[in-house]
């Protein structure tokens, strides 16, 4: 078990925890009550306890109780403003009241299999009990409502003080129960800024290969909370050092090139780690997942692509473009939607294409092409472009900032001039048709396409312009033009 507690401390830690979560949920008393009348203990459990110490409460409150299910429902369904039995054959009951959302769930005292992650789902009779089947300490303590009672069996208010994350059980036990919980470790790592103790890390590092049994779907829930916390970088750190990663996300590993004296780069590895927090630095309105998503795997193609040069120099012709492909494969294995997967390929597709600009030798036309080919996506990308600058050399570094700077004046003034975001051929499809005298079909998809080049190209066209560059386009195609 974790080590011993401070008195001091814990006393007025919980003190002002129970205080806190009774003021700010005083649906939870109400609750109790109700219980107490029926002879049921009713307990505050897991991450509000939690959260309440850490003084960021929310709306959701979790409980359990020595009551079974079925005496729960009968507790609650004309109390409630609405009740849901979707958890209910693992014990658990689901209720909304007074804008808060609640779970109750009975003691349990499951059993795994340890080849699934599915539980026999058993009930239990003692609040211990069920605490040492919980995930980290931090979430197994507990205030029993109706006395303000204050549980804590496992030194969860010692590790949240210590800011260490640790198992009520052995961290073995705990992980062959349910592997998810090794990712999970992570995950808090990076939410809460946590160490995880060291028996943790030995049994994830020994335990790895088991996240196998876990689905990708839980996989991708996990590891996307992970990417959006407060501290990504050392949740995937740890994801990295215990092997993890070498399961759930193995581009990440693969990006750790051995480095000779001859032939000198980054390391890929620790250069994206730089970039994704450079890159959550510039975000605006919270958590962006597709774009910390895109500057963790910008790189990914580099490993595939290493090549030495002549004279001690590396190169890693079109990673971006390998790049992409596999963050789309790996994207879609973790079950990403299709939104996410297409925006973060997208991204990691185009981060290069500004270092062809140099000292602003781009056209308009070439401006035009990187805005339209970036679409929605353009705001991000710029944020990566400019996290994707690592260099030490202050000077280099300031001359790609300032070159950047440029660039997005021009866009600026380009998209106020031409309304970029809106780029359009000259000509719609229903006047091509009957320009052309042509039903709907390929040849019309193929000029609309014409068009839309030339309009990138040059610019918005006069309409007798745009009619004339169409019906030379169509002879050149072949297409009997009326005269």
């Known amino acids: 078990m974790p080590g011993s507690k401070s008195p001091v401390l814990s006393d007025s830690v919980r003190e002002n925890a129970v205080v806190e979560l009774l003021r700010v949920a005083p649906v939870a008393e109400e609750l109790a009550a109700r219980f107490a009348a029926a002879g049921h203990q009713l307990y505050l459990v897991g991450g509000p306890v939690r959260d309440a110490m850490l003084g960021r409460m929310g709306n959701d409150l979790d409980f359990t109780t020595d009551a079974r299910p079925q005496q729960v429902l009968s507790l609650v369904r004309s109390w409630a403003d609405a009740v849901w039995e979707t958890g209910i054959a693992y014990g658990t009951v689901g209720l909304t009241k007074h804008g808060h959302q609640l779970e109750i769930t009975t003691f349990r005292a499951d059993a795994y299999d340890r080849v699934s992650r599915n539980p026999e789902v058993t009930f239990g009779d003692s609040i211990d009990a069920d605490l040492l089947r919980r995930d980290f300490t931090v979430n197994a303590m507990a205030v029993e409502v109706s006395e303000r009672r204050f549980v804590d069996p496992y030194g969860g208010v010692q590790a949240l003080a210590d800011k260490v994350l640790d198992t009520p059980a052995t961290p073995q036990e705990s992980f062959a129960d349910d592997p998810l919980r090794m990712l999970r470790a992570a995950r808090f790592v990076s939410q809460l800024g946590f160490t995880p103790a060291p028996r943790v890390v030995e049994a994830m590092t020994s335990m790895a290969d088991q996240i196998t049994r876990i689905t990708a779907e839980r996989v991708q829930t996990e590891l996307s909370k992970l990417l959006c916390g407060a501290h990504p970088k050392l949740g995937i750190e740890l994801l990295v050092s215990t092997g993890l ?213 040059r610019g918005p066209l006069e309409h007798d312009e745009a009619v004339a560059e169409l019906l030379a386009w169509a002879r050149e195609q072949g297409v009997d033009v009326p005269e």
Request: hydrophobic share 40%; net charge neutral.
């Open 245 to 457: 990663a070498a399961h759930v996300l193995p581009e990440l590993p693969a990006m750790r090139l051995e480095i000779d004296e001859h032939h000198q780069h980054k390391d890929v590895y620790q250069h994206s780690l730089v970039v994704l927090e450079q890159a959550i630095a510039q975000e605006e309105d919270g958590p962006d997942l597709i774009l910390r998503l895109a500057a963790l795997l910008h790189d990914i193609g580099k490993p595939a692509t290493r090549r030495f040069e002549d004279g001690g120099g590396v190169s890693f012709h079109h990673h971006e473009v390998v790049g992409a492909k596999m963050v789309r494969k790996r994207l879609r294995e973790l079950k990403y939607s299709k939104e996410i997967v297409t925006d973060v390929a997208q991204l990691v597709f185009l981060h290069l294409r500004f270092h062809g600009y140099g000292k602003g030798e781009w056209t308009d036309s070439a401006v035009r092409r990187y805005v339209t080919d970036a679409g929605p996506l353009l705001s991000r990308l710029h944020k990566l472009v400019r996290a994707d600058c690592t260099t030490r050399n202050k000077r280099k570094a300031q001359h790609l900032q300032r070159t950047y700077d440029e660039l997005e004046e021009r866009i600026a003034r380009i998209a106020a001039e031409e309304d970029l975001a809106r780029v359009r051929p000259d000509l719609d499809g229903n006047e091509i048709m009957r320009l052309l005298n042509v039903p709907p079909g390929p040849i019309v998809g193929k000029a609309w396409k014409f068009l839309k080049d030339l309009r990138l190209d």
